[in-house]
């Protein structure tokens, strides 16, 4: 993904923890800090304080997801 180069290494572990957790438990991340619902196929959450990762289902019959967005809170196409 082209958005994740350049970002410190924390915030892609967390990044890689995320997409594990999406892969294991599906779109929907309560445990990640401040998780939203951004639309009824979108969605939210923040790597650390300054970076956010946005997510969409693309298909929920064959389950495809996709990280549409990584990068920091005040750039994110909410």
Known sequence: MKQTI???KNV???LEELV???VK???IQ???HNF???TRERFHCHLNYRYVAI???LD???RIMEVTYVGSREGAPY
């Open 6 to 8: 350049g970002l410190p």
């Open 60 to 62: 929920k019959e064959i």
């Open 30 to 32: 309560n445990e990640w």
């Open 55 to 57: 997510w969409e289902i």
């Open 20 to 22: 594990l957790d999406l």
């Open 12 to 14: 892609l572990e967390n």
């Open 36 to 38: 939203s619902k951004l």
């Open 25 to 27: 438990l599906g779109p």
